[in-house]
């Protein structure tokens, strides 16, 4: 191969190592707007809600709280999905709530 190819195919490459690295960056870029779109709009509204349901009806460290008694407290029917598409669930009390598709959630 001659040079003058050789130097052609270097460009090449880097080329399409910086497209690659520019999409990456941006798909890791939204996997985190997700994940806190998820907990914004999903786990930390349904937190606090399982917190008021804890003490209206006096729930203790690993009693199981009910999805009705979750949504008395929020604006939605049932307990939404997350943006993602991922399922929230609502855990034991003394546990914080988890997303299918991002895990357990810190509040």
């Not at 497209?19 to 937190?47: H, N, Q, W």
């Not at 598409?85 to 598709?101: A, D, K, R």
Request: aromatic share 8%.
């Amino acid at each position: 191969m001659s040079t003058r190819k050789a130097i052609m195919w270097g460009g090449v490459v880097v080329a399409i190592f910086v497209v690659c690295c520019v999409f990456g960056s941006m798909v890791v870029r939204d996997a985190g707007r997700k994940r806190r779109a998820c907990l914004m709009l999903t786990a930390y509204p349904i937190e606090l809600a399982k917190g008021q349901a804890v003490l209206k009806y006096g729930l203790t460290n690993g009693q199981i709280v009910s999805t009705a008694q979750v949504c008395e407290f929020t604006p939605w029917p049932a307990i939404p999905k997350c943006p993602s598409g991922g399922t929230i669930s609502i855990n034991p009390v003394g546990s914080n709530v988890t997303c299918s598709v991002h895990g357990f959630m810190p509040l």
